[in-house]
């Protein structure tokens, strides 16, 4: 039993892992242009991993704080739903330090960006359950709310900068 669970787990991790970079197989001694294309490739892996991840989290939040507002989750409960998140949130902020080496040159600042964003949704997060602890005060949802779309536009600003850059470094080549 234990060999069956240990054996899903690695099966489970690697495809992580290898989109993260982990286990490329990309040759850093490679000076040609077939090694600058992977590691673009690999490092739109982990931007569309990161999203995708991130959007599945914001999705279940913002669908939480609608059932909030609309008062079919009690504060105790909300923050419960949070807490839920926290690891997850803190995992794939995490896996962006994993590649910070793979990143191109011309992609650092963005990366830095990204990675802020994601530490902004944590953050959200770690508000939410602070809020919902406290029981002097009430959750502020408007401002749960605003930090909210605030990361939704902010993602949907990443995602475009880097498309343009992309169609950028394709005209370019």
Do not use: D, F, G, V
């Given at each position: 039993m234990k060999r069956i669970f240990l054996s899903m787990m690695i099966a489970l991790t690697m495809p992580l892992l290898s989109s993260c970079g982990f286990f490329s197989e990309n040759d850093d001694t490679d000076s040609g242009a077939g090694g600058k294309d992977e590691e673009a490739v690999n490092y739109s892996d982990v931007i569309t991993q990161t999203m995708n991840e991130s959007n599945e989290l914001l999705q279940d939040f913002n669908q939480a704080l609608d059932s909030f507002y609309a008062n079919q989750l009690t504060e105790k409960t909300f923050g419960e739903r949070?807490?839920?998140?926290?690891?997850?949130?803190?995992e794939i902020a995490g896996n962006l330090d994993n590649v910070m080496y793979d990143v191109e040159p011309g992609l650092h600042e963005f990366h830095r960006s990204l990675i802020d964003l994601t530490n902004q949704q944590h953050q959200m997060f770690l508000d939410a359950v602070d809020m919902a602890n406290d029981e002097d005060k009430n959750v502020d949802?408007?401002?749960?709310?605003?930090?909210?779309s605030s990361i939704k536009q902010t993602q949907a600003t990443l995602i475009e900068e880097y498309q343009t850059k992309q169609m950028e470094t394709e005209e370019e080549n």
């Open positions: 949070m807490e839920e998140y926290i690891p997850r949130a803190n949802k408007e401002t749960l709310r605003e930090q909210y």
